[in-house]
């Protein structure tokens, strides 16, 4: 059992950088892949991004490559996407997620977190 908990939501402006975290409790966390949702307002969830238990597999989705960053830490059971050049279009709630597949298909990860807001303004 994995439980996850986002942080680091807000307003900023286009351009502008964000850092969100994602505190995971339970014993697996370092074997699980880790990946990071969007979800627009009508819209259904997205991939962004997602990393390997080590860290050495990393995905993007093509709209956020270049400018966002998905890293983790498994001594402190944490999960980060650092977010830059960011643009109106990037407004959506993020969700955190944990599976054991590596993978952009949001089905395929067993624990979601609850999701913070992000709101970028032109």
């Known amino acids: 059992q994995v439980q996850l908990e986002e942080s680091g939501g807000g307003l900023v402006q286009a351009g502008g950088s964000l850092r969100l975290s994602c505190a995971a409790s339970?014993?697996?966390?370092?074997?699980?892949?880790m990946g990071w949702f969007l979800q627009a307002p009508g819209k259904e969830r997205e991939f962004v991004a997602a990393?390997?238990?080590?860290?050495?597999?990393?995905d993007y989705a093509d709209s956020v490559k270049g400018r966002f960053t998905i890293s983790r830490d498994n001594a402190k059971n944490t999960v980060y996407l650092q977010m830059n050049s960011l643009k109106p279009e990037d407004t959506a709630v993020y969700y955190c997620a944990a599976g054991a597949t590596f993978s952009r298909e949001k089905s395929l990860y067993d624990y979601w977190g609850q999701g913070t807001q992000v709101t970028v303004s032109s």
């Open positions: 990393i390997s238990w080590s860290g050495l597999i990393i």
């Open positions: 339970g014993r697996t966390f370092s074997s699980n892949v």
